[in-house]
């Protein structure tokens, strides 16, 4: 058997689950090598340990089933939407998963933050009594340690993404807006090897706008003395990268000394938590290593979140770097280091490193400059 199905089998086995139901996203193409779409016609892989996978789709969706490698039974339905009920019910039947009401049903485990409603309907009549499950975390597990392919891939995608913003700042021009240096960052990641699914719409926020971690980038144009907030990524085959650098926009002397006073914690925090990073460490501890330094510089009440993810065919994804997570620290695990200080009205600072779990420590796969830049405006 395929290995990661194999996987899938301990980690079923090990949630006391009979089987799991698996719609298109991160987790169906690390398990299958293929990528369905997400869409209005419903596409579902059942697992029983032991068994062939069974996959529900589209005949539409047949050629896309035929790059999976290993053997998968499919029972595809026509455009009819009445058709999709027998597909499903035919698919549970040669699975066992039936369960007649009144018996005991089987156990299912889902991913509630991605099967959707319309997914579930037809799984729910197809099975029955079926007990379904949160299997999210074990969903989680599967992928959160990385193979050395998939690493090499991330690492692919920091580079991907540092050298498109090295090429972005020598175009930014004075009267340039936040939306105009979002698209001409995004033309950079296209044309230094991105795949056009970025794993997000860059981030690109100045002054007070800056305040805001998931800012949406408007019509500001940039200005002196800003504080310039840049959180982007590229996708390679698959992967993702996921940076953050902030900048001062025009002569560091213009930026209000308090925002440069949190710039300063937010590197030192920065620091802390990627020396802290080792096998062995809790998530909860590597986020007390940023958070330590920037409650002791005062800004602790303006850092709004937590200091980091996993990254891999997500943006984000486990391992979760917060306060109230106690999961380990093991070697495989790619993750990002992100912490930020956010005054509002007056400006925010976040640097962002991804970052890889080794044998003997943590290695850093970025490399862009953590000392604030400052981006001189052109007129031309």
Not at 289 to 295: D, F, G, P
Not at 369 to 380: A, G, H, K, N, P
């Amino acid at each position: 058997m395929n290995l990661r199905l194999e996987k899938l089998s301990e980690v079923i086995e090990k949630a006391g689950l009979d089987a799991v139901v698996i719609n298109p996203g991160a987790t169906l193409s690390w398990l299958t090598g293929a990528n369905f779409h997400l869409m209005e016609r419903p596409v579902v892989m059942f697992f029983v340990p032991g068994r062939d996978p069974v996959l529900v789709l589209p005949t539409l969706d047949m050629l896309t089933a035929q790059q999976i490698s290993y053997h998968v039974d499919i029972f595809p339905y026509a455009e009819d939407p009445s058709t999709w009920e027998e597909a499903f019910r035919s698919a549970a039947q040669s699975l066992g998963l039936d369960a007649v009401a009144g018996t005991s049903g089987k156990r299912l485990g889902l991913d509630p933050r991605a099967l959707r409603l319309l997914d579930f309907k037809y799984i729910q009549q197809a099975t029955h009594a079926a007990d379904f499950s949160d299997a999210s975390e074990a969903f989680g597990s599967l992928r959160v340690r990385k193979e050395e392919a998939e690493v090499e891939k991330i690492r692919r995608a920091v580079q991907i993404a540092e050298a498109a913003l090295k090429a972005t700042i020598p175009l930014i021009k004075i009267g340039m807006s936040e939306r105009e240096l979002a698209t001409t960052l995004t033309i950079q990641l296209l044309q230094q090897g991105s795949a056009p699914d970025l794993p997000f719409a860059p981030i690109v926020s100045s002054g007070p706008n800056s305040a805001n971690p998931h800012a949406t980038p408007s019509d500001r144009q940039l200005q002196p003395g800003d504080l310039l907030v840049v959180d982007w990524g590229a996708r390679y085959e698959g992967y993702i990268s996921d940076l953050t650098r902030t900048f001062a926009v025009g002569s560091l002397g213009d930026v209000d000394p308090e925002l440069v006073r949190a710039y300063n914690f937010v590197k030192h925090a920065n620091t802390a938590a990627r020396a802290a990073a080792m096998p062995g460490v809790t998530t909860s501890e590597l986020d007390n290593a940023a958070r330590a330094v920037i409650e002791r510089s005062g800004f602790g009440a303006f850092f709004t979140h937590r200091t980091g993810h996993g990254i891999g065919l997500e943006a984000h994804e486990a391992p979760y770097l917060r306060a109230d997570n106690l999961q380990v620290m093991l070697p495989g695990m790619t993750f990002t280091i992100e912490p930020g200080i956010y005054l509002p009205g007056r400006g925010g600072v976040r640097i962002e490193d991804n970052m890889l779990m080794i044998e003997n420590g943590a290695e850093c796969l970025s490399d862009l400059e953590r000392e604030m830049v400052t981006i001189q405006l052109s007129s031309s």
